[in-house]
């Protein structure tokens, strides 16, 4: 069983299109996070959200939009692509502020 | 300066050595502490957490906190080969509601 799970895997796409990324737990937890770690392997929160709500907002363009629709839930949109948004981006989750528990990663190309 | 910071390695050990992995962080006030492995490729799995002074063990490895010199390290006993990952320590910052924040990660090569 996946305690992390992240669709899709690889997500290969032009600038200027709009994607999601979708992250499922099935830890019980209630907190929720997406991360974005570049090509020097810098680990950056960019949102976190508490029971569905947004507790943590870094400083990520607008053009990123988090949506929590439950507290196992947690997506990604991302409008415009840029070329400066590939990168790995990894959803994950913790119970409270212990452990947080990593999905396997988005490897997002933006060409 | 960084509020985690971590030397970027790569940290080279003979197998069986033991390796000394360093944090230091900027908010003295900080609460918990944690050491993850990241393979390359892989999404980081936790080591080991920390969370008052002192060292913790866990098999081969040891945590050791100390928070008047805002340090932490991880010690690897008996490296093996398949220890060779990158390291990242992270804090969980004071007043930061559920955020920790993470260094950049030392790549550790265990040698055959």
């Known amino acids: 069983d996946t305690a992390v799970s992240q669709t899709p895997k690889y997500l290969v796409t032009q600038m200027g299109n709009d994607k999601s990324i979708k992250c499922e737990q099935n830890?019980?937890?209630?907190?929720m996070y997406w991360y974005k770690q570049d090509s020097k392997k810098f680990l950056k929160i960019m949102f976190s959200y508490n029971n569905k709500e947004l507790i943590i907002n870094e400083t990520v363009p607008n053009r990123f939009s988090p949506k929590s629709p439950d507290k196992a839930h947690l997506n990604l949109h991302i409008n415009s692509l840029e070329l400066g948004d590939s990168a790995v981006y990894f959803c994950?989750?913790?119970?409270?502020?212990?452990?947080?528990?990593f999905g396997p990663g988005t490897r997002l190309t933006v060409t | 300066q960084k509020e985690v910071e971590q030397n970027s390695g790569p940290l080279s050990v003979p197998e069986g050595a033991i390796a000394s992995l360093n944090c230091t962080y900027s908010d003295r006030g900080s609460q918990s502490f944690f050491w993850y492995r990241q393979y390359s490729g892989k999404s980081p799995e936790l080591i080991m957490s920390?969370?008052?002074?002192g060292d913790k063990e866990d098999g081969r490895f040891t945590a050791q906190l100390n928070k008047a010199s805002q340090y932490v390290s991880l010690l690897i006993r008996d490296s093996q080969p398949s220890d060779s990952a990158t390291y990242l320590c992270?804090?969980?910052?004071?007043?930061?509601?559920?955020?920790?924040?993470f260094g950049t990660g030392t790549k550790l090569q265990v040698i055959p």
């Open positions: 920390i969370y008052s002074n």
């Open positions: 994950a989750s913790s119970q409270g502020s212990n452990t947080q528990y």
């Open positions: 992270a804090v969980n910052m004071r007043g930061g509601y559920q955020k920790v924040t």
């Open positions: 830890l019980g937890h209630d907190t």
